[in-house]
């Protein structure tokens, strides 16, 4: 009688032999691969790798000629005879026997005349369909490249699906290749060994891989009641559910109450959410800060160290940036920059004063919940300009504070979502920065030069002769003196209006064309070498 974790890797091979390996020349690599996942020491290893490949194993191709050894079997104990003299060769050839009927009962195989590319074709259709036998065996040969092409990303990707679906065999392949995951996968092992009484077994895997923390991790637990309540099945990896019960945003409560739920219009609402965030924090790019045109130390420094502060975006503590500033132009410079700071960042726009009742409806429609990329690291830019509702202003306001956006509650389904991964940056005009105060760190953007203007009018060229198409596009000196004599915003509006209207392949912006849309705009004079960063005192 073999021992546990040699019975299941036993199993696993001939399931492994049985659909697709019997197209692989080197056996013995195939049976080293699953030795090493299930703890087979090297010698005992070759010792039965030797006793598989002894005639009376290899001779039994299909599961009828399993069935034949069994009646072959049964008419010699009638007659005080026996075939196979070893036990233990005799149990190994028992394994195989049922190593066939799972191939054959999950689809794995049709039958063992199978040519190489059928049997890949079934063997990866059973495991799109979730089944776990499958996703084993085809993870394990995708990491180690036998039979099929190495594929280590696609053969992570199924055996932590197995894995999460609390399959033994799952568990310790993940433990296996998956460093990263251990203590989790220790924790898991430990519940489904236990429960079955294997507990010698498991004191054999943690003394290779260490110890855990046990409790960390509830969702075993209700797989189980799933399991027992016939909701779920073991033997079928169902990704809609397992996406549930292993997200991070709900908690173990709401998870319970959708899971053994009756209502499967309740479940399929609550799996078009956002049960997952890609990331807490994102690697964040100081260099991108190269453009900050008002080359101002003390605003650069305020606004590197507030971004570089995005992995505490969760710390109830946290409290967002909100840049303030008169100028649309310059708050929508700052809008278009900070996202470069966020390499593969996922970035939403929201213009509050745009908002309506649905947008703040307590559902999957909800502004913040529908503006989530789960596979990102996501970075809302809010932008409070003009007049806003207090009810609106109140709305968005409670998301900016990490405590109230970890517990954002949902009326259908009746969830409590953990948003307090998403970075909320804000941009406000004056009148709404004082709102904001005791919720945000308020970088107030000063009064530009004449200087910082004359370097803004030429990015304001740079991306009007992009966005027109113009090859080049030139100002004439005492232009470009003269328009320094208005706000940034005025600048932008006019040479907006006069290269659209002139628009060419080459043009250069000269009085005469520039003229008529100055026309009832003031002048603003303005002084000095620049303002630097202070807060809102008013």
């Not at 990707?157 to 203590?183: F, H, M, P, T, V």
């Not at 997200?247 to 219009?265: M, Q, W």
């Not at 470069?340 to 309506?356: N, Q």
């Amino acid at each position: 009688m073999f021992d546990h974790l040699t019975e299941m890797m036993l199993r696993s091979y001939f399931i492994a032999e049985n659909t697709v390996g019997r197209f692989y020349g080197d056996k013995q690599a195939l049976f080293s691969a699953y030795a090493k996942i299930f703890l087979v020491p090297s010698d005992e290893a070759a010792r039965l790798f030797a006793l598989a490949s002894r005639e009376e194993v290899t001779g039994i191709l299909s599961e009828r000629e399993y069935h034949q050894h069994l009646r072959l079997k049964q008419f010699l104990a009638m007659n005080a005879r026996s075939r196979v003299s070893d036990a233990e060769l005799e149990d190994m050839i028992d394994l195989k026997g049922t190593a066939f009927t799972m191939a054959l009962n999950y689809q794995l195989m049709q039958d063992a005349k199978e040519v190489k590319s059928v049997a890949c074709e079934n063997l990866a259709l059973a495991a799109e369909s979730g089944i776990i036998a499958a996703l084993n065996v085809l993870g394990i040969l995708q990491m180690e490249g036998i039979v099929l092409g190495k594929d280590r990303e696609n053969g992570l990707r199924k055996i932590q699906n197995a894995a999460d679906w609390d399959s033994e065999e799952g568990l310790l392949a993940a433990l296996y290749y998956d460093a990263e995951g251990r203590e989790k996968y220790l924790e898991r092992l430990h519940d489904c060994m236990v429960r079955i009484g294997h507990g010698m077994a498991f004191e054999r895997v943690r003394a290779v891989y260490g110890d855990y923390t046990e409790g960390k991790h509830g969702e075993y637990k209700l797989l189980e009641k799933a399991f027992r309540q016939g909701l779920l099945k073991r033997e079928v990896y169902n990704k809609p559910y397992a996406r549930l019960v292993y997200s991070k945003l709900l908690n173990d409560r709401d998870k319970e109450a959708l899971v053994l739920s009756p209502n499967k219009e309740l479940f399929a609402e609550a799996c078009s959410l956002p049960l997952k965030l890609g990331s807490t924090s994102a690697s964040f790019n100081a260099e991108a800060l190269a453009d900050l045109r008002p080359d101002r130390v003390e605003e650069r420094t305020k606004v590197i160290c507030g971004l570089g502060n995005t992995d505490l975006c969760a710390v109830p503590s946290y409290r967002p940036l909100c840049f303030v500033s008169g100028s649309k132009y310059m708050l929508n410079f700052y809008e278009t920059l900070i996202p470069r700071c966020f390499r593969g960042c996922h970035t939403e726009r929201i213009e509050v004063s745009d908002l309506a009742e649905y947008d703040f409806e307590p559902t999957k429609n909800n502004i913040f919940v529908r503006s989530c990329d789960e596979d990102a690291f996501n970075l809302y830019l809010l932008s409070f300009r003009g007049e806003i509702s207090d009810r609106y202003f109140d709305m968005v306001k409670n998301f900016l504070q990490s405590g109230k956006r970890g517990k954002f509650r949902l009326n259908h389904p009746s969830v409590s979502l953990d948003l307090s991964a998403v970075l909320p940056v804000c941009f406000a005009d004056s009148e709404n920065a004082k709102k904001l105060r005791p919720y945000c760190d308020i970088i107030r953007i000063t009064e530009l030069t004449v200087s910082e203007k004359v370097n803004f009018l030429e990015h304001i060229l740079e991306e009007k002769a992009q966005t027109y198409g113009i090859g080049k596009l030139t100002i004439r000196a005492e232009v470009a003196e003269k328009l320094t004599e208005y706000g940034i915003d005025d600048i932008e509006r006019v040479c907006d209006a006069a290269i659209c209207e002139h628009r060419t392949h080459e043009l250069t912006l000269t009085e005469e064309i520039v003229r008529p849309y100055l026309r009832g705009i003031g002048a603003r004079r303005t002084y000095g070498f620049g303002g630097s960063i202070h807060d809102d005192h008013e």
